[in-house]
């Protein structure tokens, strides 16, 4: 890599992530059923029709995957708890085995010198709440809040960081709005509960954690940066309705105290009563912000009922996933989201990465990441107070409605075998971070 760890401040702190459904084998270790394993069991809904039963067996072979996040050099590993493993049905009884499984998780990073930032829900919901009406239920923002209280009281007092969700947009549009992930639904009135539900549950989920006695909380984003496809009036403003929809919608919620107009424009008569009035909670004060970021998209307006946009292919190079390469990207949104939204607070890019077909020779990633860590850079230089970078992602994993197929790993997995094998850019990235 071109980079090396003594390129950053001298407190920045390297991560890696993944999350509970992808790697840990969701069928195993008494663990509730999800509404990905019915979203997947479902035809149409998934390459493959795969799901997360055994994925790459972390649950297991968890010790193995944290000597090589050790190994590599990080100082974090970003991971996410499941709510259907540690409550099999999303209240009540606790699965001890799924806490217990936490529990050493925790202990083998503290053993190896590495922070724990755990986000508490990263998209297995439980399938008994599912059957409730999941997140288009305002009883979710409560159910989230017990889980938390549960899971944190027993490894909140070692956690470095904690976030409660795992991108907002994912949870809500992308799920509720566009049908592509569980619960796979297409519906503008259960998109917009489902936006708000979310961000109130983030809100609970902070007091909750507070009340606990606990700190260094925030809130994790995905940020995609809307371009007009072409120079119409018209492009313009279907760009600008893109980014209230993925990025400023969440962002207002928890950082101003609002939502963006031109969203509300077609959701407001969608939204719950009375939204208004849960704005002191989901705007509790967060210690720090994360962003996911990965690509941008060029927008264009269509002829088809509000939002009334579509997504254009656009020229610069892609990655396996299709995604377009725009590092640049990265470096204005680190800038306004500081300028715009959050200050002074520490930022985290939360996740990076990108998917590739190269097994072993992936010099593609290694390429990614220097462009991504230049354009993280070019933010610091401008004095946004970002605090550390998390490569998404440790293993190659279930890609959801991708399947296996997509692979975003520094390690290959044998999906076969379960063999963990580093590729060039884990090599790459430990000897960046080792050298000084
Ligand atoms: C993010 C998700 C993560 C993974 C990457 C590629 O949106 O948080 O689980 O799917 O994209």
Known sequence: MKHKRSDFPQDFLFGVATSAYQIEGHAQGGAGKTHWDSFAATPGNVVNAENGDLACDHLNRFEQDLDLIQEAGFDCYRFSTSWARVLPEGRGAVNQAGLDFYDRLTDGLLERGIRPCATLYHWELPSPLADLGGWRNRDIAGWFAD????????????????API????????LSHFDGHHAPGLRDIRATARAMHHVLLAHGRSIEAMRGLGMSNLGAVFNLEWAEPADDSAQSENAAALYDGIYNRFFLGGVFKKSYPENVLDGLAPHLPADWEDDFETIGAPVDWCGLNYYTRKLISHTDAPWP??????????????????????????????????TGELPIFVTENGMASSERQQDNDRIDYLDLHLSALQEALNQGVPINGYFVWSLLDNY?????????????????????????????????ALASI
Not at 148 to 159: K, L, Q, S
């Open 147 to 162: 889980f938390t209280e549960v899971i944190m009281g027993r490894i909140g007092d070692r956690m470095f960081s904690v």
């Open 166 to 173: 795992n991108e907002p947009w994912c949870v809500s549009w």
């Open 308 to 341: 009334s946009l579509k997504e254009v292919q656009g020229p610069l190079p892609k990655t396996q996933m299709g995604w377009e390469i725009d590092p640049d990207a990265l470096s204005r949104f680190l800038i306004r989201t500081a300028r715009e939204y």
């Open 399 to 431: 890609e959801w409605a991708l399947g296996y197929e997509k692979r975003f790993g520094l390690v290959d997995v044998d999906f076969k075998t379960l063999k963990r094998t580093p590729k060039a850019s884990y090599h790459a990235i430990k000897s």
